[in-house]
C-alpha cells in the first residue's frame, strides 16, 4: 500500500466463521476508520445471547446490515457461494474470525 493509499476509504468484508459476536464486534468497529465494512456470519444460525444483542446494537449504529451463507437462516438474509464471491472479490481486504 502507498502512501496515498493510506487515506482512502477500503471496503472490508468481515468474514463470522467461529465467533459471530466478535466478528460483529470487529465490523463495527472498523467504521470508526470511515471503511465500507460488509459482514458475513458463516457456518450456522447466529445464537441469540445478550452478547450477540449487545454486538447487534453496534452494527445498527454503524450502519452495517449483516448476511450470512447459512440458508435456513430466517434473522438474515442469506446469500449463495456466487454472491459471496462477488463481495470478496471486491473487498481491498478480508478479516476471517
Do not use: N, W, Y
Not at 33 to 46: C, S, T, Y
Amino acid at each position: 500500500m502507498s502512501d496515498s493509499d493510506s487515506g482512502s476509504i477500503k471496503t472490508i468484508v468481515v468474514l463470522g466463521r467461529r465467533d459471530h459476536a466478535e466478528a460483529m464486534r470487529v465490523a463495527s468497529g472498523v467504521t470508526v476508520f470511515g471503511h465500507q465494512v460488509r459482514l458475513v456470519l458463516m457456518d450456522r444460525a447466529v445464537e441469540e445471547t445478550d452478547e450477540v444483542a449487545e454486538q447487534a446494537e453496534m452494527l445498527e449504529l454503524a450502519g452495517i446490515v449483516p448476511v450470512t451463507t447459512v440458508p435456513e437462516s430466517d434473522q438474515l438474509e442469506s446469500i449463495g457461494v456466487s454472491r459471496l464471491a462477488e463481495m470478496l472479490a471486491e473487498a481491498d481486504f478480508t478479516l476471517s474470525i
